[in-house]
C-alpha cells in the first residue's frame, strides 16, 4: 500500500462544503490513515493529538496553538455538512463529514468517526477518484488554497492542464457561493494567495486568469502541471520501491509467505521518518517488536520513542551548559 496518502472520490473533490483550515487539516490527517484496501467501517476511530498535529502542520512560531486549534476545530468539523449530486445528476445529497467527534484534555487528542453517508467517497475506491500525498501540502495555510490544489490534482489526473470554469462555479466549489461578489475582492482574498502558496509551497505550478464576457468578468482559466522536481522524486520514489519488491521476493521462503513486515502508512510513517533522520537505528521491526511488547499501538510507540530521545537530548544540553 502507497504511504501517506490521501484518498478521494472525485465527487466528494467537487462537492459543496466549507471548512476552515484547522478542520482541513484534521480531517486530511484523518483520511490519510485509512487503507484504501480494506473496508472502512463507521465504527473506526481516526485520531490526531496536538504533538503530531505540531509535527505536521505547525512550525515554532505558532506550536503553541496547536492544542487551541485542534479542539475547536474537533468541535465544529461535526457541525459542517457536504452537498454531493447523485452519479445520475437527478438528486442532491446532504451528509456529514463525521458522526462522532470526541476531544480527551488529558491525552490531548482529537477523534473522529466518519459518517456512514461519507464512507463511500473516502474508502474501497476503485474509479473515479484522486490520490495525493499528504507531505505535498502540509504547508498550505490558505483552505481556498487546499480546494484548489485538490481540483488542479484531480483534473491532472484526467490528463488535462487547463481548465476553465465560470467563475460563479468556481466560487461555489469552494463554498463561497455568497462572498466576494466584487472581483477586485476575489482576486485580493482568493486568487491571489491561492496562487502563492500553491507555486511555493506545493509539488504543482499554476496560473490562473479571468475572462470577460462583454464589459464583466465571466470565466476563470486555470493552468496547471506538475513541477519536474516533483516527478523526478516521484521516479526515484518508484525506483526505490521496485528494488524493496526485488528484495522483498528473495525474502520469502518455500512456503509464499513473507517473512518482512508490511511498509508503516499515513501518520505512522511521517513520525518514523522524523526519528530516523537522528536516529537511523530505528527500524519498523524494532517499532512493531516494541509494540507487541508494551502493548502499544504503533503511533503511541512511536510518539514514545520520540519523547525518550528528547529527552535524552535536553538532558545532554543541560549536562553541557
Not at 537505528?281 to 520520540?306: C, P
Request: positive net charge; glycine residues 2%; proline residues 2%.
Amino acid at each position: 500500500m502507497d504511504n501517506n496518502l490521501v484518498y478521494k472520490a472525485n465527487a466528494l473533490i467537487e462537492a459543496s462544503y466549507s471548512l476552515t483550515l484547522n478542520e482541513q487539516r484534521l480531517l486530511l490527517a484523518c483520511i490519510s490513515q485509512i487503507d484504501s484496501n480494506k473496508p472502512l467501517d463507521a465504527n473506526m476511530p481516526f485520531t490526531l493529538n496536538v504533538e503530531q498535529a505540531r509535527d505536521l502542520f505547525y512550525s515554532e512560531s505558532d506550536r503553541d496553538n496547536a492544542y487551541r486549534d485542534l479542539n475547536l476545530a474537533c468541535e465544529r468539523l461535526f457541525q459542517r455538512d457536504v452537498r454531493f449530486k447523485s452519479e445520475d445528476e437527478t438528486k442532491r445529497v446532504l451528509t456529514r463529514f463525521i458522526s462522532t467527534a470526541k476531544f480527551d484534555d488529558t491525552l490531548q487528542e482529537a477523534t473522529l468517526y466518519f459518517s456512514v453517508g461519507i464512507l463511500p467517497y473516502i474508502s474501497q475506491l476503485k474509479e473515479n477518484f484522486t490520490r495525493y500525498r499528504v507531505e505535498n501540502m502540509v504547508q498550505l495555510t490558505s483552505t481556498h488554497a487546499i480546494r484548489v490544489y485538490e481540483l488542479i490534482v484531480m483534473w491532472a489526473s484526467q490528463n488535462q492542464s487547463y481548465k476553465e470554469l465560470e467563475i460563479d462555479k468556481f466560487k461555489e466549489l469552494l463554498g463561497l457561493d455568497l462572498k466576494y461578489k466584487q472581483t477586485g475582492d476575489l482576486n485580493k482574498f482568493v486568487i491571489t494567495p491561492v496562487l502563492e502558496q500553491i507555486n511555493d509551497r506545493t509539488d504543482y505550478h499554476l496560473e490562473i486568469k479571468l475572462r470577460k464576457i462583454g464589459r464583466s468578468f465571466q470565466f476563470i482559466q486555470l493552468r496547471f502541471n506538475r513541477k519536474t522536481e516533483a516527478i523526478n522524486k516521484d521516479v526515484q520514489r518508484k525506483k526505490l520501491k521496485a528494488k524493496v519488491t526485488e528484495k522483498t521476493k528473495k525474502l520469502i521462503g518455500n512456503n509464499g509467505q513473507q517473512k518482512t513486515p508490511s511498509s508503516f502508512a499515513g501518520l505512522q510513517l511521517i513520525l518514523l521518518k522524523q526519528i530516523q533522520k537522528n536516529h537511523p537505528e530505528i527500524t519498523e521491526k524494532y517499532v512493531r517488536d516494541y509494540a507487541e511488547q508494551s502493548g502499544l499501538d504503533i503511533v503511541q510507540v512511536l510518539e514514545k520513542i520520540k519523547a525518550d530521545y528528547k529527552a535524552a537530548e535536553d538532558f545532554s544540553l543541560e549536562k553541557t551548559d
